[in-house]
């Protein structure tokens, strides 16, 4: 009973964790939310945003249990923000950030690709979860105090956000990977389509030019066979021996 118990009290101080972890995530999108054009436009094309950037709610700094009339309004006060008609004093660059949001905003309008951004988020958390629990247990084991420093909110909820961006990083590299496959793979049925395709266009004409050069093939084989005829009817008279006249007697 005292390890059910443990293992109660184990799961009620994870869940406590997540919950002020979203809390303190809500609180940075208060604060972020009244960001300035040019920094949203900064925030969504920092260094490393090609990964930051793949959590669709991290783009939009919405929690992921939002509804879908939060996620409209969202992207309709971000998407002003960036937007090129805003800021065309650096068009180019607010038009990369307008994309980056238009993008999250219609991948989370999909119910299905929102369920594989919300799983990602879970699978963070709870791998995150799983550690803390080894690292008490080994601490236990060793007989040292359990405090961990993920039992602070901040740091539990900044290993949740670091998980969860390795996570999405390494489906993307596995989807770019497979992509490249894929297109590796339908280059090369190009490649033999076309091989086959002009093999078979060889083959025709070699064909056509046979069967056009046929009837002069079958004439010159008659003249060859004809003027063979005639030179031997010619070496035959010509070897005839000369006629003997006689002489005629007076």
């Given at each position: ?50 990964y930051f950037n793949l959590n669709p709610f991290e783009v939009l700094q919405l929690d992921p249990e939002a509804t879908d009339e939060e996620l409209k309004k969202r992207f309709r006060a971000l998407s002003i923000l960036v937007h090129p008609d805003k800021n065309q004093d650096d068009p180019e660059r607010s ?156």
């Amino acid at each position: 009973m005292a390890a059910a118990g443990g293992e109660s009290s184990s799961q009620s101080v994870s869940d406590e964790l997540f919950q002020n972890f979203y809390s303190e995530v809500k609180q940075i999108e208060k604060r972020d939310s009244v960001l300035t054009s040019k920094q949203q436009i900064d925030r969504l094309l920092r260094p490393g945003s090609s990964y930051f950037n793949l959590n669709p709610f991290e783009v939009l700094q919405l929690d992921p249990e939002a509804t879908d009339e939060e996620l409209k309004k969202r992207f309709r006060a971000l998407s002003i923000l960036v937007h090129p008609d805003k800021n065309q004093d650096d068009p180019e660059r607010s038009q990369k950030a307008f994309e980056v949001v238009d993008k999250s905003y219609k991948l989370l309008l999909d119910p299905e690709q929102k369920k594989r951004a919300v799983d990602v988020i879970q699978a963070g958390k709870e791998y995150v979860e799983h550690m803390v629990k080894q690292k008490k247990k080994q601490l236990k084991k060793d007989g040292k105090s359990q405090d961990v420093e993920e039992d602070d909110p901040e740091m539990f909820r900044q290993a949740v956000y670091k998980q969860t961006m390795k996570l999405f990083a390494e489906l993307e590299i596995k989807r770019k990977e497979r992509e490249a496959k894929e297109m590796h793979e339908r280059k090369r049925a190009r490649e033999e389509e076309i091989e086959a395709a002009e093999k078979a266009k060889r083959e025709r004409e070699w064909q056509k030019n046979f069967e056009d050069s046929r009837d002069g093939r079958v004439d010159s084989w008659r003249t060859f066979q004809t003027k063979g005829k005639t030179k031997e009817k010619k070496n035959r008279s010509f070897l005839k021996p000369p006629k003997v006249k006689m002489e005629q007697r007076e």
